[in-house]
């Protein structure tokens, strides 16, 4: 966890069109309960094994969406 914390901080540090509302978070976090359980409906679409191998799947698959961006698009970003 604290290498996400790391991380969102490098990138925030750096933001320059982006801010986070660390009022708004804790607004937010204070009226969460209990996280609800999230059934997924893959279909036989994607890969799920309910356990960390559908998280890595989830992971490249959002890796290789991003990576058919164009470079002068990311570079705006």
């Not at 750096?14 to 607004?27: A, F, L, M, Q, W």
């Not at 309910?50 to 570079?75: E, M």
């Amino acid at each position: 966890m604290d290498e996400v914390r790391a991380t969102s901080a490098w990138v925030a540090s750096r933001s320059s069109h982006v801010t986070v509302d660390s009022s708004g978070i804790e607004k937010v976090v204070s009226k969460i309960e209990s996280i609800p359980k999230v059934e997924w409906d893959f279909e036989g679409i994607h890969y799920f094994d309910n356990g960390p191998l559908t998280v890595q799947y989830l992971f490249v698959l959002d890796a290789l969406n991003f990576c058919f961006w164009p470079v002068t698009f990311l570079q705006c970003i």
